[in-house]
């Protein structure tokens, strides 16, 4: 399984930005879909995920509630993130990750698979 972030740069504070995830290769069934994000010197952290089946539940770090939307277009194997009203804390690398159970959402202990991650810089 591969996945393909994109649709990261540069914003200033309060602007938006929508990023992509697509998954490829094989044949798989997804249990859920997830960001993280990395920012320097920090920890990788869980940003939002959303259950493959049963409605698509979503799931939010209390730092990106109200802010940030997690969606999915299950024919396409594509998940996004819209942002709104960054601010400069959320300047990171973010990550798109799958897993094949739903299981753990919040920790990166919860997937097995990774996307190469793409910049968000958000300036003032």
């Known amino acids: 399984v591969q996945l393909q972030a994109s649709g990261g740069g540069l914003v200033q504070a309060g602007g938006s930005l929508k990023l992509s995830c697509a998954a490829s290769?094989?044949?798989?069934?997804?249990?859920?879909m997830g960001w993280f994000r990395q920012a320097p010197g920090k920890e990788r952290e869980f940003v939002a995920a959303i259950r493959s089946f049963g409605g698509g539940t979503t799931y939010y770090a209390d730092f990106v509630k109200g802010r940030f939307t997690i969606s999915r277009d299950s024919a396409k194997n594509t998940v996004y993130l819209q942002m709104n009203s960054l601010k400069l804390e959320d300047t990171a690398v973010y990550y798109c990750?799958?897993?094949?159970?739903?299981?753990?959402?919040?920790?990166?202990?919860?997937?097995?698979?990774w996307g190469q991650g793409t910049q968000v810089t958000v300036s003032s």
């Open positions: 290769g094989g044949t798989f069934t997804m249990g859920k």
């Open positions: 990750a799958a897993a094949d159970r739903f299981g753990i959402y919040s920790e990166t202990r919860g997937y097995d698979y």
